[in-house]
């Protein structure tokens, strides 16, 4: 696609000194109007308080008894990777051991190391992979570290910056999905080989045991510790972002191709089955399936091409499969319904599986937290809009859950109400979303009001404590909302499928008539109103902008995705094909050039004003995005705000003091459009 009709295209170069300029020019008048504001820096101080607040949940995973967390403060920017037992734990002041400095090590290196993870080997966790990204970005080292002697292991696995895919076979081979060099990767990006690496050896001694073609997405592999069983190695192969073929490999590193369905997710294995999470239909042995209900597979059943296959779980219309943990001896499945939390367990037996649900909360998001290796204790997390996330412990099948900490409340919640409601899209489907408010606020349009959506790659949006924008949005005079669109996984796969494709566009009719609600509600108006998406939101937010400008009074638009006629060419983005569609496709670009935000800004409209934020470290989704955009429309004349961190990365992995800049910076930007606008 020819691209000389673009004259911003040089805002895409990384490394060129022109866009570096505009760049350090938009960040400086951004600076100028929002961190000057002098509500900047008290908004900013009291969000890291309470990001370092020593009562907020140390979060934890669970080895042999000990029980490891990531760690930032004041002293750590960069974190700590520590451990403490569940007796001190319990405590209020647990004895943590440092067990890795990041801040250490980035010093001793010279090097700008965030810490992206931590892979233990399940069966001996003092020895781990180390994953460390330089400034937050997706591209990863990984290295061998022994967590009890704190120190890298002399000679033990080492691999080099890449979009890699590496974890533990056994103590001394592993799994490594290079992406280190440009032969081994996809048209995205991504691992295209499989390889089987021994310690103490060479890189030419490993083994190469799956090659993809550079058109498909990804290759990964794992092994699967069972219970009573032989552990199982898996390698998924994936042509596109929702289709892959299964893969058993052998102990002589054949592969037998598993006669799964190409749009399923194996979510876990357990009493010798798969759990298998089916995102279409599927037909076995006469039996249909339907989408979204989660089996148990026998490996048998699959080796054989026959045999016995149990529906664990078929979701409702308005349920789905949120997430599936594996315990010793059980199932546990996160139920969304009608976007609230259920837990429902299974434990297989002679006579099938046994259902059971666990004890939790009528509303609110569960979330998992761990599930230590070989027990049957599970911990997870419970929230809502207005209560503030607790930690539990429970021992399945039938313990009561302890809750082991609760996070202090970051604003009183009593004035405050968390409303269900739904919205009317235009094809007459209702469109749940959350709304947080005053009891007492007047419904004559005078609310400001934030409007946050996502509506892609099946990811719901769920009712999160909102502990950052009760003191500094609700208590201001402010109400929140949260739209649960089309695109978004909240009712399962026919739920995202319906805005996939060429059918993006229906996430931003679903969106707008969010909006619209809120404004026929009388809770706010236009000027009132503003919307608020990052990544695949930030899409959602730019398509909405452009085509319903008169609608909303702000925008704030992070690490977006806005020229969809070239995302294909810029980093990741290949990868997102089947969620959006080819440009290259002669039908696929007209229905992308239809609402591709940056190709249908127009002179002669009044666009809301907008707030662009972006990292130079996103290797995910290309900075030139937000930069084109923001360019573009300031050459309208249009009031649009550009801010571009130096690291960070798409998902904001970066040290305390920059996020709480940055949630300051859209804050103050909010405040002043919507609260006092001039």
């Not at 490996?299 to 016995?308: D, E, F, M, Q, Y």
């Not at 995302?567 to 290949?574: F, M, P, Q, R, V």
């Amino acid at each position: 696609m020819s691209d000389h009709h673009d004259p911003y295209l040089w805002l895409e170069d990384l490394d060129g000194e022109d866009a570096a300029a505009w760049v350090a020019g938009q960040n400086a008048r951004t600076r100028a109007r929002l961190d000057a504001d002098p509500r900047f820096a008290p908004v900013r101080d009291a969000v890291l308080a309470t990001l370092r607040d020593t009562r907020q949940i140390p979060f934890f995973t669970e080895y042999q008894g000990w029980l490891y967390n990531f760690h930032q403060d004041a002293e750590h920017p960069r974190g700590v990777y520590r451990r403490t037992t569940l007796e001190h734990y319990r405590r209020n002041d647990p004895d943590w051991q440092i067990v890795l400095d990041i801040d250490a090590l980035a010093f001793a290196e010279g090097e700008d190391w965030y810490l992206d993870g931590v892979s233990h080997y399940t069966q001996s966790p003092e020895h781990c992979l180390v994953h460390l990204t330089r400034g937050g970005q997706d591209a990863t080292v990984s290295r061998e570290y022994h967590l009890g002697q704190r120190a890298f292991v002399d000679g033990g696995f080492a691999f080099p910056e890449g979009k890699n895919h590496v974890t533990w076979r056994t103590l001394d081979e592993a799994f490594v999905c290079p992406a280190w060099s440009d032969e081994q990767l996809t048209r995205a990006g991504y691992p295209r080989e499989v390889w089987l690496v021994r310690r103490g050896e060479p890189w030419s001694a490993a083994r190469r045991v799956l090659q993809l073609p550079e058109d498909a997405m990804m290759a990964i592999a794992w092994r699967f510790l069972g219970d009573g069983v032989a552990p199982i190695d898996i390698v998924e192969a994936s042509d596109g972002f929702y289709s892959k073929q299964y893969f058993i490999l052998g102990d002589d590193d054949s592969l037998t191709a598993l006669p799964l369905p190409p749009k399923a997710d194996i979510e876990g294995y357990l009493n010798d089955a798969f759990i298998v999470r089916l995102v279409e239909p599927w037909t076995w042995d006469d039996t249909e399936f339907a989408a979204g209900s989660l089996l148990a597979v026998p490996r048998a059943t699959l080796l054989a091409g026959a045999g016995p296959v149990e529906a664990l779980l078929t979701p409702g219309a308005r349920q789905s499969v949120s997430a599936v943990e594996t315990t010793r001896r059980f199932v546990v499945v996160n139920l969304l319904d009608n976007v609230q939390s259920r837990l429902v367990a299974f434990e297989p037996g002679d006579a099938g599986w046994r259902r059971f649900e666990l004890a939790t909360p009528e509303t609110g998001v569960i979330e998992f937290v761990d599930q230590p290796w070989q027990t049957d204790v599970l911990s997870y997390s419970f929230s809502d809009h207005l209560t503030p996330a607790g930690l539990y412990r429970v021992t399945l099948p039938d313990g009561a859950p302890e809750c082991l900490r609760q996070q202090p409340a970051a604003f009183d919640a009593s004035p405050y109400v968390a409303e269900q409601r739904q919205a009317t899209a235009p094809d007459g489907e209702l469109i749940p979303y959350f709304v947080v408010r005053h009891r007492d606020a007047p419904f004559d349009g005078s609310t400001p009001t934030l409007l946050y959506g996502y509506g892609g790659f099946e990811v719901p949006m769920l009712p999160h404590y909102v502990d950052n924008f009760g003191p500094h949005w609700l208590e201001q005079g402010g109400a929140f909302a949260i739209a649960c669109i089309r695109g978004g996984g909240e009712f399962g796969p026919a739920w995202h499928q319906a805005a996939q494709g060429p059918n993006k566009p229906v996430s931003f009719a679903d969106f707008v008539a969010v909006a619209e609600d809120l404004v026929a509600s009388g809770l706010t108006r236009p000027d009132k109103l503003a919307i608020e998406g990052g990544s695949n939101g930030g899409l959602l937010v730019g398509a909405a902008m452009v085509a319903r400008p008169e609608l909303f009074g702000a925008v704030v638009c992070e690490v977006p995705l806005l020229d969809m006629l070239r995302y294909t060419e810029l980093l990741a983005g290949a990868s997102w094909i089947d969620e959006y569609g080819d440009p290259d496709d002669e039908r696929d670009a007209a229905a992308l050039a239809a609402y591709s935000p940056y190709q249908r800004v127009a002179a002669g409209v009044a666009y809301p004003s907008v707030l662009f934020t972006t990292s130079a470290r996103d290797d995910r989704v290309h900075p030139g995005h937000a930069r084109k955009m923001a360019a573009k429309l300031l050459a309208l004349g249009q009031d649009a705000l550009f801010f571009e961190t130096d690291g960070g990365g798409h998902s904001g992995n970066t040290d305390q003091a920059q996020t709480a800049e940055e949630l300051a910076r859209v804050l103050v930007y909010l405040y002043q459009r919507l609260v006092d606008p001039c």
